[in-house]
């Protein structure tokens, strides 16, 4: 599986956009870009998932490069409660196992 | 609601135990389950893949014989860890998925504590 790579950590201000990279230069044709994020003493909780393009939901918004060797997990409004560790992962359509990689460490200031 | 489950969330017992800790899927059939293991302030680390009806896949560098498998069900997945040591104390993770749908859930995890 490709790797991907972001920073150890990332500190926001409450209520204000987080803008979280994920490097994948590597990438193949057919790696589907996958963000969760995991709560202290929890399991990882999904987040979005997209191909090719930009991608939005309830939780948060997807922007892939047009080259897809990076993307951007969009936070739109900071709260306290999205202090987590985030993981972005590559998979292939057909393959089911996900390799995490270190993530980022998000950091929510009041 | 949680979709995937995982019992016990907790568990403390003596260096010599074995330990079995259940993953069901709620509300879909899982052919694979996947199991995973996480150290203290250390990213997830996939430790085998859940077969339905089938022997499990395991990673490289994880013993088959202290960490036993089962998948009897499309909705049961069973990690037990055989004679556990301190050394086997972590958080342990399962995770599945419906079958050629995303995303994929994930347990909340049961913590493992061999004294």
């Known amino acids: 599986d490709a790797k991907t790579t972001q920073p150890n950590s990332m500190e926001s201000n409450e209520e204000e956009p987080v803008h979280l990279p994920c490097n994948h230069s590597?990438?193949?044709?057919?790696?589907?870009i996958h963000w969760y994020r995991q709560l202290p003493s929890q399991g990882p909780e999904y987040v979005i998932h997209?191909?090719?393009s930009n991608v939005n939901n309830r939780m948060a918004s997807l922007a892939i490069a047009e080259d897809r060797k990076s993307s951007t997990l969009i936070l739109h409004r900071a709260t306290l409660r999205d202090a987590a560790v985030y993981y972005c992962?590559?998979?292939?359509?057909?393959?089911?196992?996900?390799?995490f990689g270190t993530g980022t460490s998000l950091t929510v200031i009041p | 609601g949680a979709v995937v489950s995982q019992h016990p969330s907790w568990v403390i017992c003596k260096s010599g135990t074995s330990v079995k800790i259940e993953c069901r899927s709620l509300?879909?059939?899982?052919?694979?389950m996947f199991w995973y293991r996480q150290f203290p302030k250390q990213s997830l680390m996939l430790m085998a893949t859940?077969?339905?009806?089938?022997?499990?896949?395991?990673e490289q560098g994880v013993e088959k014989d202290k960490f036993l498998i089962n998948h009897a069900s499309l909705t049961l997945s069973t990690l037990t860890v055989t004679s556990a040591h301190p050394e086997d104390s972590s958080f342990y993770i399962c995770?599945?998925?419906?079958?050629?749908?995303?995303?994929?859930?994930f347990g909340d995890g049961t913590r493992l504590s061999i004294l």
């Open positions: 859940s077969n339905e009806g089938s022997k499990a896949t395991y």
């Open positions: 992962i590559l998979r292939d359509r057909a393959g089911n196992q996900f390799y």
């Open positions: 995770s599945a998925r419906d079958l050629n749908r995303e995303p994929q859930h």
């Open positions: 997209g191909l090719t």
């Open positions: 509300d879909f059939q899982a052919t694979t």
């Open positions: 590597t990438i193949s044709g057919t790696d589907y």
